[in-house]
């Protein structure tokens, strides 16, 4: 797995940025069944940055924690059958790595909402990583069967890496 970081902020977290995202997403495609070697990118943001990728990218005018930007059309949720005709898309020509997407989280989202919810900034962070992998993956909440499946899928992967809210 490739794992691009690039943190747009002068904040520094006390736990390895980069370690911890990449283990919640090796998680999660583990636990998902992809067979591929993947690249994913993620940016560090804040309020302010966030509140303009969600204006420009989704014509929503408001700050949110984390976006997900899947680059696989899913008709299946982690159904990672490429059909050849796609794969020139979906493959890094060079590493022949799929580019799974690109995860957008608000840094200042990250502290408010481990405060609010009584746990650590790790977990939260953690868990937008693992939400956001998921979205990836092709799953969505717009349903209330939709969310249950996400919930449960997140606090698995969470409990397997012993991220919990203690």
């Not at 502290?111 to 693992?130: D, I």
Request: hydrophobic fraction near 40%; glycine fraction near 4%; include cysteine.
């Amino acid at each position: 797995m490739t794992f691009y970081v690039e943190n747009e902020t002068d904040f520094e977290f006390d736990f390895d940025m980069k370690a911890v995202a990449e283990a919640v997403a090796e998680e999660v495609l583990d636990s998902e069944g992809c067979d591929y070697e993947v690249q994913i990118n993620l940016l560090l943001t804040d309020n302010d940055g966030i509140h303009e990728y969600n204006k420009q990218f989704r014509d929503i005018d408001r700050e949110t924690d984390v976006l997900s930007f899947p680059n696989l059309d899913f008709e299946v949720p982690a159904l990672f059958d490429i059909p050849e005709d796609m794969e020139a898309d979906y493959f890094d020509p060079e590493t022949g790595e799929l580019i799974l997407g690109d995860i957008i989280i608000s840094k200042d989202r990250v502290l408010e909402q481990a405060e609010n919810y009584g746990h650590s900034v790790k977990r939260e962070f953690a868990f937008l990583v693992a939400h956001s992998m998921l979205h990836l993956c092709g799953y969505d909440h717009m349903e209330p069967e939709e969310s249950k499946v996400m919930e449960s899928k997140q606090e698995a992967v969470l409990q397997k890496l012993g991220i919990t809210r203690d």
